[in-house]
């Protein structure tokens, strides 16, 4: 009995420094910073906190958010966004067109978690209209 607590607390601790050695280390920033960069914690959905702040912030910003469950930026153009997708070396899961915007949907290992839709999983979020885009991960939650 006494090896399967310590096992379980193991496990739990295991766990526990996965999620926040990340943080702790100052982790740099998925993205090269664009016009702002949007931070989300809490949730991986809709519902997540967001912290706006200006591109010469968002490094010093990271490391103060607790519970960080995603981020993103947005770009003037479209290649700079695309550049995530070749960083990540992240494969195209689906694209959808929605109220002028073209979306597309990846997913790559090399970026940690997932979100599912349509029971797929993605990780990385690229939406471009009009000449102007937006990149994150697990997805782009707000207005892009």
């Known amino acids: 009995m006494r090896k399967k607590c310590l096992a379980a607390f193991a496990a739990f601790v295991l766990s526990l ?3 926040l050695v990340p943080q702790l280390l100052g982790e740099g920033l998925l993205f090269e910073p664009g016009a702002y960069y949007i931070f989300y914690a809490g949730s991986a959905g809709s519902d997540a906190h967001i912290t706006l702040v200006g591109a010469d912030e968002a490094a010093a910003a ?3 958010i607790r519970s ?3 981020e993103s930026t947005a770009y003037a153009d479209e290649t700079s966004a695309f550049a995530a997708v070749e960083k990540y070396g992240a494969a195209l899961v689906f694209c959808e067109r929605a109220g002028g915007v073209e979306n597309y949907y990846y997913y790559s290992p090399r970026l940690g978690g ?4 349509g029971g797929r999983a993605v990780n990385l979020h690229v939406a471009v ?3 102007r885009s937006a990149v994150g991960s697990p997805l782009i939650f707000g207005g892009y």
């Open 114 to 117: 997932a979100v599912g839709i």
């Open 17 to 19: 420094a996965a999620l």
């Open 129 to 131: 209209a009009e000449g």
């Open 62 to 64: 990271k490391r103060g």
């Open 68 to 70: 960080l469950t995603g």
